[in-house]
């Protein structure tokens, strides 16, 4: 692939995505963001309650939440259990100075305040623990990435950078840890391809001085904008996945705008690296021709 076809693929991917944003949240990202409102907060205590008992867990409700989302507990499951805070109301204590007040604050004393009185156990489950409906999901890449995967392994020894795989970063599919890349074990190829090179544009792009300079909101935008050019550049399926992912991170169009010059000089070094050169395209075609003739 050429430097002005890299170019020109790239301008465009970038400016369909600055228009995917600009429509709005997709049908998929509405329904996803609706379902996770379901589903609590639970504290830094609770967490590690949680995940003492049941290290796995990645969704965890009550009955009546896995209930309302067309789930049910499965038979001989157990429940973990966590610490729910218990609230009641307790009159304040006059004050015992011989002042005088005026009637206002006087009804002011005596009105009840909500407070915490205790604590008590109740139980929560993972949706591994669950069957029913399944729960809507953002949408993940497609294709065919031979050819392309090898080559971006090969940049990412270039680079320097360390790769492994790990089931236990679940629910994350990728993480970016400063010369180490992380990728949850098992995804299919294509998705493999898009949450690399997600993690590729961190690791290029927020270590450093730069890191300090952004936000989160940022670099999660920046990343994902550069898995999106290029996996649209080597021909995947994307559909609404990369937008979506943006917006779960409050990002938008403009500052997708912002941080042009950054995404498109990181993807052209990607997709300059992992796109056969015009000689190899050729030699390729040759071989194909030579095999089909014998």
Known sequence: MKLEDI?????????????????GHSEVLTEYLGTMARFRTYSFGNVMLIARQKPDATNVAGIRTWNSLGRFVKRGEKGIVI??????????RQSEIAIDIDTDNAADERKPESQLIRFRAVYVFDITQTEGKQLPTLTEVQG???????????????QGLELRYSERIAPAKGLSQGGKIILLSGMQPAEEFSTLVHEIGHEMLHRGDRRRLTTKKVRETEAEAVAFVVCKAVGLETGTSSADYIQLWHGDANLLRESLEAVQQTSALILG??????EEAQESESSSESDSSS
Do not use: C, N, W
């Open 7 to 23: 170019k020109s693929r790239i301008k465009d991917a970038v400016d369909y995505l600055a228009q995917s944003l600009e429509s």
């Open 83 to 92: 610490l729910a805070p218990m609230a009641g109301h307790r009159r304040a």
């Open 144 to 158: 065919d990435v031979s050819g392309y995967r090898e080559r971006l392994f090969e940049f990412v020894r270039s």
């Open 273 to 278: 690296a992992i796109t056969p050169k015009p």
